[in-house]
């Protein structure tokens, strides 16, 4: 995957000590376009989403305009002007749901969010199979799922977004 660990030394203190979600959202692009992003960028791209109070150091992203955002930087960033991404529902009790503007009810990939046993919050990426194909900080693995986001990420050129 082309997305450094959270630990690494070049990213910013933010991202190296709440970036789980964001890097997770981040890798997902990266899966997508099959491509990587630098630390710089990465860092980059948390700057301007914490300038459009998008992000901060207290909660990283903290709305799902957030990560509509971060896909659009990332793939900004990437070169890759017709691929999007949004967070288009989760998983409830058990149950999927999909927001009320998704007319699509498709995702092709998930951030499984959960509490490891020492009660850090951690997050990590999944494929639309709900298998482990990220994790922004591996000494966080295992732990108890407190919720799956699920995302669409398309090329345009390709496929249509599910709009709101």
């Known amino acids: 995957m082309g997305i450094s660990f959270q630990s690494s030394l070049d990213f910013i203190g933010p991202i190296r000590d709440l970036g789980c979600e964001y890097l997770s959202c981040l890798a997902m692009a990266v899966h997508y376009a099959?491509?990587?992003?630098?630390?710089?960028?990465?860092?980059a791209i948390w700057k301007i989403l914490v300038e459009e109070d998008l992000a901060n150091s207290n909660f990283g992203l903290h709305s799902a305009l957030s990560f509509y955002r971060t896909f659009d930087l990332a793939f900004d960033f990437l070169?890759?002007?017709t691929f999007s991404g949004d967070q288009v529902g989760a998983i409830i009790d058990g149950k999927v749901t999909y927001w009320g503007w998704v007319d699509d009810h498709y995702f092709n990939y998930a951030i499984r969010r959960m509490v490891t046993a020492?009660?850090?919050r951690?997050?990590?990426l999944l494929n639309q199979d709900f298998i482990e194909i990220y994790n922004p900080a591996p000494e966080y693995s295992g732990g108890?799922?407190?919720?799956?986001?699920?995302?669409q990420v398309v090329d345009h050129a390709i496929h249509t977004l599910t709009s709101h």
């Open 144 to 151: 108890r799922t407190v919720g799956i986001f699920l995302f």
């Open 122 to 124: 951690h997050s990590v």
């Open 34 to 43: 099959k491509s990587s992003l630098s630390t710089l960028s990465i860092n």
């Open 118 to 120: 020492n009660g850090t």
């Open 79 to 81: 070169n890759k002007t």
